[in-house]
């Protein structure tokens, strides 16, 4: 149903509705203060998701608590409880009018999202004072649209400089150690499209072996992943075994479904390198017709394969050397798969939003 699958995909923004505590009562007579409203906060946790902020917050509600009010026994009313979430470094705040109103960079960064309101006094009369109410957008920040991932002899580089020929640079972000290197697809009616160049993978990335972990990391900062295998296969080491361009696929499902396997819900493109190196034709028919049942086969080594598969929007076959007609269609099919998916994201933004709104005037989503 729609819930199992939303357990299943990777969340780069969400919505949410925060509503800050109302300040108590004051009194009086004695001259006592209601105790103020508290706040709805964000912190930077490196570890938060913005997944793990919707199962601590049910219906994507923040609520503070409210002030206590004063009493003769106790002039001065208690303080009512923040509402803090946590988030991961590099996330945007917006607002209801697509503003952004706030940045999370690194661990030291907070941002009020909503006030409470000042206890009862003698300038309101002592009536407690309700707190802010208001929607939100958070948007984990993107380094790229697209993301290049593969083991380290795809020639990622290479696919990286022919498409988009000169404009490649490293690029560093404040919320991030690592510096991928970033390049921009320009397209003759000036449409850009930006490329990030994660570093090989090598078999158990996932479980730290060095960088890995951080390069997987930056997936989840991409829209949609190119997945990059040689067509004559990968060895690590010279006295490894030559894992083939399929085993390759099964192999980087694998790593990043270990890695987290809501990211197997990107969108995704397959890319096979170097046919310019094959003899024979028929090595990349035979790759072609085996992904065909990529997730029914039964000759592939049981460790190799994943529990959930990757879905390639296409499969598409270069030489980004030595034919610049496939890189060419490579840049086109790019720029239709991130069309087709922006239209996508936008008709499920347009559906959570009617549903948020549904919700809070209580209304059955028909």
Same mark, same amino acid.
């Given at each position: 149903g729609a819930m199992s699958k939303l357990k299943k995909k990777f969340l780069d923004n969400i919505r949410i509705y925060v509503k800050a505590g109302s300040g108590g009562n004051g009194h009086p007579k004695f001259g006592g203060i209601g105790g103020s409203g508290g706040n709805v906060v964000l912190k930077v946790d490196e570890k938060a998701t913005l997944k793990r902020v919707l199962s601590k917050f049910p219906g994507a509600r923040l609520e503070a608590g409210h002030g206590g009010h004063s009493h003769q026994h106790r002039l001065l009313g208690e303080p009512g409880q923040d509402a803090?979430?946590?988030?991961?470094?590099?996330?945007?705040?917006?607002?209801?009018?697509?503003?952004?109103?706030?940045? $999370?960079?690194?661990?030291? @960064?907070?941002?009020?999202?909503?006030?409470?309101?000042? *206890?009862?006094?003698s300038h309101n009369g002592y009536t407690g004072e309700t707190g802010e109410k208001k929607h939100?957008?958070?948007? $984990?920040?993107?380094?790229? @649209?697209v993301g290049l991932v593969g083991f380290p002899n795809? *020639?990622?580089?290479?696919?990286?400089?022919?498409?988009?020929?000169?404009?490649?640079?490293?690029?560093?972000?404040?919320?991030?150690t690592i510096a991928p290197r970033v390049g921009k697809i320009i397209f003759d009616d000036h449409r850009q499209i930006s490329l990030a160049d994660l570093p090989g993978l090598i078999e158990g990335a996932h479980a730290n072996f060095g960088m890995g972990h951080k390069f997987l990391k930056h997936i989840e900062r991409t829209r949609l992943i190119l997945l990059?295998?040689?067509i004559m296969g990968f060895k690590l080491k010279p006295e490894d075994p030559n894992r083939s361009a399929l085993e390759n696929v099964y192999l980087l499902n694998r790593e990043l479904e270990m890695f987290n396997g809501q990211l197997l819900s990107k969108p995704c493109i397959l890319v096979v390198n170097k046919i310019d190196?094959?003899?024979?034709?028929a090595v990349l028919k035979d790759f072609i017709l085996s992904m065909e049942n990529y997730k029914t086969s039964t000759n592939i080594e049981e460790f190799m394969k994943p529990k959930e598969y990757l879905h390639f929007d296409e499969i598409i076959p270069i030489s980004a050397k030595f034919k610049p007609k496939t890189v060419n269609y490579l840049k086109e099919r790019i720029r239709h798969w991130c069309d087709v998916h922006e239209e996508k994201l936008i008709d499920d933004k347009c559906f959570e939003k009617i549903q948020t709104n549904l919700k809070e005037y209580q209304l059955p989503l028909v």
């Open positions: 803090t979430a946590f988030v991961p470094p590099g996330v945007s705040v917006v607002n209801d009018h697509g503003h952004i109103v706030g940045e $999370l960079n690194s661990e030291k @960064d907070s941002f009020v999202l909503a006030n409470g309101g000042p *206890g009862g006094n939100y957008r958070l948007d $984990l920040k993107l380094i790229a @649209d795809a *020639g990622k580089s290479t696919i990286m400089k022919a498409l988009s020929r000169c404009n490649v640079k490293i690029a560093s972000y404040p919320f991030t990059c295998v040689d190196m094959l003899e024979n034709e």
